[in-house]
């Protein structure tokens, strides 16, 4: 049995952030005891394999075959969670942590962006909480700036880079002009990339994020079917080339707007302004831009994963929840029957790149078209290339309905001179 003035904890998941945290809580515990008021102790920890080589000593902590148990464990106080997954293992830890009435810590965007809204509902009914700092954007303080910093506010605007990867791998595209695959085997072998990217270059991840921000600021009970989601794969190093020609970057943006009463949450590539702030957001780095209506804007920078960064949340976690920190809120009663809005109403300016024959006329049949769905020109740049027999054709449109540009690309798409399906990028103002 645990002594009142420890607060005991057992840790399920040994990899890259379970590992961290070990070190972190080793190396700290001097100082993480005084700021915590108790005496922080890891119980048991347990993971797939016992007789994996880790680079830390387990040998000192009781090793749990079933990492279920630790839910359930008299001498437990708090279960922190670093396996992954939605469902599985994580899901039933946090519904049995919620059930015998222990803290639940975790790191697992995954988890929080498909049960989280359940969770916190069912912890306004007990004295203990859930922590999910580090699932969102790493050592980013987001969740306790949204929960508690900001909780004055209602919160209207959340635009934010929040996967290191695809920042990492557009920057790498913009600074030295390679190509999407040349630049993902580049963040592969810099550890900035997953041996398996597919969840983080096609925008999945930032999704999870951006729904859990969404959740907290609106409290609307996260759906990855209503969030329109485009990853960067179809990215160029011809469209970062000519964005860059009319004063633009492209990053993986993630947005959720409460405007009019609606809901608008995507997450897709971005022209932004190359003076703005996002521009300057580079390699791994997240930020998060988020606006209330006392507050005005407020910029979070900072390390969106890795072992330590994502260890600073989940420590920082553990002696808020020693601390019975709570951050309860009931999210359930902001926003009751929002609708979501579809992305054919956005409305914007967008870039269009189209790779075309290079014969005469072309140029004209296709601002023709524009023009005929009541769009109006910014900018248009048509580039032969010596030698080749195409072309590319860019544009950029003033202000104007999705509808209608999704409508003249339909048309365009029949005209025999395209040689392939036109790229279509939204510009983003912040
Ligand atoms: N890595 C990051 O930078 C980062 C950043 C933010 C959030 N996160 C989140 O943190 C969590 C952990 O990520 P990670 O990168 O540390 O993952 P990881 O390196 O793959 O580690 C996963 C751990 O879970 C254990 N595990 C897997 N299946 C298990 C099972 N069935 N039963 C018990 N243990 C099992 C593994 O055991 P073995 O060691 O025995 O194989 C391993 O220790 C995920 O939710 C992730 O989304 C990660």
Redesign the pocket.
């Known amino acids: 049995m645990n002594k009142k003035e420890d607060f005991s904890i057992g840790i399920?998941?040994?990899?890259?952030?379970?590992t961290a945290t070990i070190k972190l809580l080793e190396k700290e515990i001097y100082n993480i005891n005084k700021k915590a008021g108790k005496e922080i102790k890891i119980v048991a920890v347990?993971?797939?394999?016992f007789s994996?080589e880790?680079d830390i000593d387990i040998s000192k902590y009781e090793w749990e075959e079933n990492?279920e148990k630790l839910a359930t464990r008299d001498d437990i106080d708090a279960v922190v969670e670093?396996?992954?997954?939605s469902d599985?293992?994580?899901k039933k830890l946090a519904f049995s942590c919620v059930q015998n009435k222990k803290f639940f810590i975790?790191?697992?965007?995954?988890?929080i962006a498909k049960h989280g809204y359940d969770l916190n509902k069912k912890i306004l009914k007990i004295d203990k909480g859930i922590y999910y700092e580090?699932?969102v954007a790493?050592a980013i303080p987001i969740i306790n700036g949204i929960k508690n910093g900001l909780i004055s506010n209602n919160i209207y605007d959340i635009e934010a880079i929040l996967n290191g990867t695809c920042n990492y791998i557009l920057s790498d595209m913009t600074n030295n002009g390679s190509s999407f695959k040349e630049s993902l085997i580049k963040a592969k072998k810099l550890g900035f990339a997953e041996a398996d990217p597919t969840f983080d270059i096609e925008g999945i991840d930032s999704a999870h994020k951006l729904a859990i921000l969404g959740m907290l600021a609106y409290g609307v009970k996260p759906d990855l079917n209503k969030i329109h989601i485009e990853g960067i794969t179809s990215i160029s190093a011809e469209d970062i080339k000519y964005v860059k020609r009319i004063g633009y970057v492209i990053k993986l943006f993630c947005i959720a707007k409460l405007d009019n009463n609606k809901l608008d949450f995507r997450v897709h590539p971005s022209l932004i302004s190359e003076s703005s702030i996002p521009a300057s957001i580079n390699g791994a780095l997240n930020a998060v831009f988020i606006k209330g209506d006392y507050s005005n804007m407020i910029t979070f920078i900072g390390e969106g994963?890795?072992?330590d960064p994502?260890a600073s949340s989940v420590v920082s976690d553990i002696i808020n929840a020693c601390r019975n920190n709570n951050f309860k809120q009931d999210i359930s009663f902001l926003s009751p029957g929002l609708k979501y809005t579809d992305i054919s109403s956005r409305k914007g300016k967008y870039y269009i790149r189209f790779i075309v024959k290079d014969i005469a006329g072309v140029l004209a049949s296709i601002t023709t078209i524009i023009n005929n769905n009541d769009i109006s020109l910014d900018s248009v740049i048509q580039d032969s290339n010596k030698g080749e027999e195409f072309s590319y054709i860019i544009i950029l449109t003033h202000e104007t309905n999705e509808l209608n540009v999704k409508n003249a690309i339909n048309d365009i798409n029949n005209l025999d001179t395209l040689i392939i399906e036109p790229q279509l990028i939204r510009v983003e103002n912040i």
Do not use: E, Y
């Open positions: 399920a998941g040994l990899g890259t952030v379970g347990s993971a797939n394999n994996k880790r990492p670093l396996i992954g997954g599985g293992i994580a975790t790191a697992n965007k995954a988890l580090a699932a790493g994963a890795g072992a994502t």
